[in-house]
């Protein structure tokens, strides 16, 4: 496993770059690519002249709008994003059949065996960031390693258009400076706890054997260790069947729960899960609502329907009838989350309609 070749690849500020490529007046602009502010609306990402000013995805647009007055706010395309994301999975595929797509904008390579032979690669990764440049006019960020958790942290680490190369030689030496919260797994609250225990960076976490992390963690503890020694054994998947579809958003200040931004901002999620839905062609027969206060207690509330679903509306009026069955406790939300589960390919679920259903679509 160790002599694997692992490109993570990153595109920079995908949506929002889109935009700047196709209109050429929001070139250099602070873009900000979801809802405008007077809709309250949330940020889907920005580009990274908006970034400067503090804007992140998941904002509320009108504290985007707060930071930047003059941030330029278009809807997205989401239709325009997954084409060029299909054009970038294109030459993905010229180099190598094994590529693990995370999202529309990032994908995992392994190369250890590739199809053009090439011995290096950092060579591939390059060479994938030239096609993509050519092709699309959009920069990419790359990481190359031995396992996915270093290729992906590699990715990281030089943005945009970066290249980053972690060796076995040198994984040891990065890992030890890497400040607590940058590990895959190491959350606000593990952080907060790690913190606490004097534990700053990568050597910090490595002096903690085993024990001790999973009696803290639990099963999280194991990888901790794990990956604080730069070991990661998982594969390249590029069949693996999806157990969920889901979106969250930590917001950036809290909120109650009968606010109203609670709702446009479930509204958002509900979009996003349907998006990723409609791009993998699941539907899912359980929706589940996940609400963090602001003491990081965590509640999560699910539906089971007879009927699988994947559209905006389904989504939004389940979450909407499990918000509404929520007892307020007075305590303030910092993050909300949306999911649906329980998935079944949309071919084979439509296998499954009998000709009376069939017959009442058609009417529809």
Known sequence: MENRKIIHIDMDAF??????????????????????????????????????????????SKIAYKRCPYAIFVYPRFDEYRKVSNQIREIFHRYTDL?????????????????????????????IKNDILKETNLTASAGVS???????????????????VITQEDSQEFLDKLPIN?????????????????????YDLRQLN??????????????FYQFSRGIDYRPVEPYRERKS????????????????????ILSELCEDVAYRCKYSDKLGKTVTLKIKYEDFTQITRSISLEHPINTKKDIRINVYNLLKNLEDNKKQIRLLGVTLSNLVDKEVEAGNITIFEYMNNLKK
């Open 146 to 164: 031995y396992n996915k958790f270093l290729a992906k942290l590699a990715s990281d680490y030089k943005k945009p258009n970066g290249l980053t």
């Open 15 to 60: 949506f929002a770059s889109v935009e700047q490529r196709d209109n050429p007046l929001l070139k250099g602009k602070p873009v900000v690519v979801g809802g405008p502010p007077e809709s309250r609306g949330v940020v889907t990402t920005c580009s990274y002249e908006a970034r400067k000013f503090g804007i992140h995805s998941a904002m509320p």
């Open 182 to 202: 940058k590990f895959f797994g190491v959350g606000k609250v593990t952080g907060k706890i790690l913190k606490n225990m004097g534990i700053q960076n990568g």
């Open 99 to 127: 590529v693990e797509p995370l999202s529309l904008d990032e994908a995992y390579l392994d190369v250890t065996n590739n199809k053009k032979n090439i011995k290096y690669a950092t060579t591939i990764a390059k060479m």
């Open 210 to 223: 085993i024990y001790e992390l999973e009696n803290i963690f639990k099963n999280r503890g194991y990888l």
């Open 245 to 264: 579809i889901g979106s969250e958003a930590t917001l950036s200040q809290n909120l109650s729960i009968d606010e109203e931004e609670v709702t446009n």
